[in-house]
Nanobody
Framework: QVQVVESGGGLVQAGGSLRLSCAASGSVFSINAMGWYRQAPGKQRELVATLTITGSTNYADSVKGRFTIARDNAKNTVYLQMNSLKPEDTAVYYC???????????????WGQGTQVTVSS
């Protein structure tokens, strides 16, 4: 059994900051990449930022220079520091972890339940 749990969402004014956290727990053998995605009402889920075990990052163009992803490998935790927030950042933010649950098993994607981020103008 694996759990991926996000925290840190909330309501913030435009220009403000929030920090999201996501922890993977349970039968975690190895994690390749962790990242954040978001889905606004009426829109498809989109990539926000990802970070691999080797430290490679990938950011959506819309968040470059404002958001920073970081990871604590020892705690199987990933963070998303969001600065200079805009109303268009309003969405449910989902954590994703690409994980193995045992030696020799395939890497699979595991998702959290999501955390709401609302940015008021």
């Amino acid at each position: 059994q694996v759990q991926v749990v996000e925290s840190g969402g909330g309501l913030v004014q435009a220009g403000g900051s929030l920090r999201l956290s996501c922890a993977a727990s349970g039968s975690v053998f190895s994690i390749n990449a962790m990242g954040w995605y978001r889905q606004a009402p009426g829109k498809q889920r989109e990539l926000v930022a990802t970070l691999t075990i080797t430290g490679s990052t990938n950011y959506a163009d819309s968040v470059k220079g404002r958001f920073t992803i970081a990871r604590d490998n020892a705690k199987n935790t990933v963070y998303l520091q969001m600065n200079s927030l805009k109303p268009e950042d309003t969405a449910v933010y989902y954590c994703n972890a690409e994980m193995q649950t045992g030696r020799g098993t395939l890497f699979r994607d595991y998702w959290g339940q999501g955390t709401q981020v609302t940015v008021s103008s």
